[in-house]
């Protein structure tokens, strides 16, 4: 009597299809809830963003780069497709596209009220979700807010059309 000899089964477990399925998982960028209101300038920086993207993807790139840069892309469409330019501000309240100077324990600053995609902190760009530029919509000169956890009030200085 002879025996084949079978190979041992090996459980589903313990294989692998692809070293794909154990990379981390690409996430799509984040879209920020509520309207996409932009200013001009904010709705020429996103459409120069994803036009610079489409010319990148006609170029030969890596696979992973590949993944990345259509991450983008899409991310840069659709901000695209749902940009509204707010209303030009006539500057006698605070509004998106304005910069604003407020006093704050004494110190001026200037803030430019500007679209999510627009909005860097670091140049003094703030997003018009942001608190403190929520706090600041629709004021005039002189007004004063209140923030939580500010050890005052914030007084509008000044008000102006940003360019």
Do not use: W
């Not at 994803?50 to 983008?72: H, I, M």
């Not at 605070?94 to 860097?120: F, N, P, Q, S």
Request: hydrophobic letters at 40%.
């Amino acid at each position: 009597m002879s025996f084949a000899v079978q190979p041992p089964l090996m459980s589903v477990a313990f294989r692998r299809e692809s070293d794909e399925e154990h990379l981390e998982p690409r996430f799509e960028l984040p879209i920020p809830p509520g309207p996409n209101l932009v200013t001009e300038r904010g709705y020429g920086l996103i459409a120069a963003r994803a036009g610079a993207l489409e010319q990148l993807l006609a170029t030969g790139l890596g696979e992973e780069e590949r993944k990345t840069v259509l991450r983008d892309a899409r991310y840069g469409r659709q901000r695209l497709a749902s940009a509204q330019v707010a209303p030009i501000p006539d500057g006698r309240t605070v509004a998106i596209g304005t910069r604003v100077t407020i006093v704050r324990d004494g110190e001026r600053r200037l803030l430019d009220i500007v679209g999510h995609d627009e909005a860097d902190p670091a140049s003094n760009r703030i997003a018009f979700t942001a608190p403190l530029a929520r706090a600041l919509l629709g004021c005039e000169v002189g007004d004063e807010v209140e923030l939580p956890g500010a050890a005052g009030p914030i007084a509008v200085a000044a008000i102006e059309v940003a360019r």
